[in-house]
Nanobody, 127 residues
């Protein structure tokens, strides 16, 4: 069983930065592909970034490419999302997700593949 807990959200001005963290309490963290999704009140849950089990490959939504960076530290059971040059349209609840994929070749943006989810952390970008 995997339990995920996000932290690092908050209020920031346009152009600012935040670093989100997601820590897993389960075993075999390195067997899981990880991803960040976000959900704004008016929108559905959308893919932000994903990373394979060993950090070898990453994938980003076009809207965040060049501004956000996903990374992981398997020794700490933690995945990170560094967010730079934040915009008001980045305002959302950010959720961490995990799927068992020890040999995955590419991180997936398909939310239906992710079996485990955190509660989310609020990110608000003021204009």
């Amino acid at each position: 069983q995997v339990q995920l807990s996000e932290s690092g959200g908050g209020l920031v001005q346009t152009g600012g930065s935040l670093r989100l963290s997601c820590t897993s309490s389960g075993d075999s963290f390195s067997s899981y592909a990880m991803a960040w999704f976000r959900q704004a009140p008016e929108n559905g849950r959308e893919f932000v970034a994903g990373i394979t089990w060993n950090g070898g490959l990453t994938n980003y939504a076009d809207s965040v490419k060049g501004r956000f960076t996903i990374s992981r530290d398997n020794a700490k059971n933690t995945v990170y999302l560094q967010m730079n040059s934040l915009k008001p349209e980045d305002t959302a609840v950010y959720l961490c997700a995990a799927r068992f994929a020890p040999n995955s070749a590419r991180p997936s943006g398909n939310l239906s593949l992710y079996a485990y989810w955190g509660q989310g952390t609020q990110v608000t970008v003021s204009s």
